[in-house]
């Protein structure tokens, strides 16, 4: 039985099996998240990342997932999945799910048992912090029997919102 721990930082220094990246579908670094994980694992996980097969240069569509090794990380794996651009996305809730589901079935199957996540969706992509938070913890809930799970949010007010989200999730 793991646990869930909300934290606030950079998730680059997370001391897990698998950190978990908000990718895009082309994968091959970007902005955000994205962008801080690519710099600090360096040159071999952009390298990993263009070996995943592409379709018309799409690696990975919304709400899936894909595994590569770590580079410089200290984490045997990155896990990059993409979540819903809110604004244009046909199904948004049902993607974000798919992403964090997704990520941590990979992660199970990799013999992962520890695994960190930044706030899929809520940079660049808009998803509205509250209900993404309500979707991160409750698909975590569903998992924490197999993994110590870590949040890193990297801002005040989001890292307020999954701790408050947490509560009430988890009180009667
Ligand atoms: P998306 O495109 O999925 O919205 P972003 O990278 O724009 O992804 O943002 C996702 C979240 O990650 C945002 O809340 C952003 O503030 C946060 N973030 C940015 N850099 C880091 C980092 N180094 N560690 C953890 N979270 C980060």
Known sequence: ????????GDITTAQVDAI???ANSRM????????A????AGPKLLA??????????QRCPTGEARITSAGNLSASYVIHTVGPIYNIDK????????AYENSFKLALSHACQSIAFPAI??????????????IALNVALEYVNHFDIYFYLFDEPLFNIFKQTY???TTI
């Open 167 to 169: 509560r009430q999730l």
């Open 91 to 98: 199904a948004p809730r049902e993607h974000l799910i798919n």
């Open 121 to 134: 969706s809520c940079g660049v992509y808009m998803y509205p912090h509250h209900e993404a938070a309500e």
């Open 37 to 40: 994980i690519h710099r600090a």
């Open 20 to 22: 978990v990246n908000a």
């Open 28 to 35: 091959l670094g970007g902005g955000g998240v994205d962008g």
């Open 48 to 57: 990993e990342c263009k070996n995943v097969p592409s379709v018309n240069g």
């Open 1 to 8: 039985m793991g646990q869930i721990h909300i934290l606030k």
